[in-house]
């Protein structure tokens, strides 16, 4: 997933009292404050859950769905999640983690400031990926 910086908030849980943490707060109260991360881990939790339900013939409750408010979030930057390339590119975008490899020995310093022909420089080909990149859809 990306998001191994993560772990240590989950330290002392059961994989089943993980895949419950299936809201917001349950997720800020264990110092995970970031939106897109949240959003990832119960994104996943739920299709875990429903896997597990499938397997067991269980029926579940539904999820938060698209439109339902979503609490109010500080925009606090966790320094560390930031030295983790897969965790920081997806972070930004759920499956950017796949361009961490072409930052490889650099850190998100270099990385926020790249132009579009250092990105080039780096391997990343596709225009649309660049122009993902520098958020410039």
Request: charged fraction near 35%; glycine fraction near 8%.
């Amino acid at each position: 997933m990306g998001l191994k910086g993560l772990a240590p908030r989950f330290e002392g849980k059961s994989w089943e009292e993980i895949i419950e943490m299936t809201n917001w707060e349950q997720l800020r109260d264990i110092g995970i404050t970031r939106p897109p991360y949240r959003k990832r881990l119960i994104r996943n939790f739920w299709i875990l859950k429903r896997v597990l339900a499938k397997e067991n013939d269980i029926v579940l409750e539904k999820g938060v769905r698209r439109g339902e408010s979503i609490p109010e979030h500080d925009d606090k930057i966790d320094f560390t999640t930031l030295e983790d390339l897969p965790t920081m590119f997806n972070g930004v975008y759920d499956g950017f983690g796949y361009f961490a490899p072409h930052f490889e020995g650099r850190n998100w310093r270099e990385i926020i400031n790249m132009t579009w022909q250092d990105l080039e420089i780096l391997g990343v080909r596709s225009r649309h990926s660049i122009k993902d990149l520098m958020n410039e859809r």
